[in-house]
């Protein structure tokens, strides 16, 4: 009789040292899904020498994200940022040489797939080089303002320089390497959703995060040799 008690006893603590296990498995699963709850990543784009490219930051939390602080770092004598598009955040393309300063902060916050920014830059670089996209989250915390450190894995990219295509510098909306007239008309018939222009994204020449008609009297103005009415750190088009 002790021996058929003593078997059912031991069947049970095998199976309660199981669920133990399978419990401390799931807790530690849950914690690497934690651990990784907030990526941001840059892109890898090329580009011809001279020409200008939108690279985007963009990432995901499905925790809401209050607010953020993320550093771009880049080699300024390979590459140079023009504008900064951004929907979500403060975006300072001139914070200091080769630093490129992103903060933003929001009481309901982001979260699910977040775009946080697309940085035109120029390549300035000679064809064949490659500029590292250096991103550095400084701050990050959540609708109540926890600390949100330890949940980022962050990505760089890179500006890689090519030669094999004619530049496409910005306001070049058409991407015929050249600034004319045609350009403000592609933006302007882009807009109207009449044709779509192929550099779009590389229009925003006044520099204030989104690509609009007032870029397309911009690319006009500029041609004519007509003043323009361009924020600090913002150069005119060529
Ligand atoms: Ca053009
Ligand atoms: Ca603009």
Known sequence: MRTETARPLATLMLRAVAVLIAGLVVLLGA?????????????????????????????????AIGAFGIDILFDEALVTPHSCQTAIAICNTGAQPGLLRLNSVSLLGFSGDITFATIIFEAIGPAGSTALIDVDVTAISDTVGADMMEQVSVTDGSVMIDGLAPPTPPGDANC???ISAADSLAVISDLAGASEAACFGIADVNCDGKVNAADALTILRSIGGLSLDLPAGCTAID
């Open 176 to 178: 015929d390497s050249t």
């Open 31 to 63: 914690r690497d899904v934690l651990a990784a709850g907030v990526t941001v990543s840059a892109e890898d784009v090329s580009v011809a020498s001279g020409g200008a490219v939108g690279l985007t930051l963009s990432g995901h939390s499905e925790q």
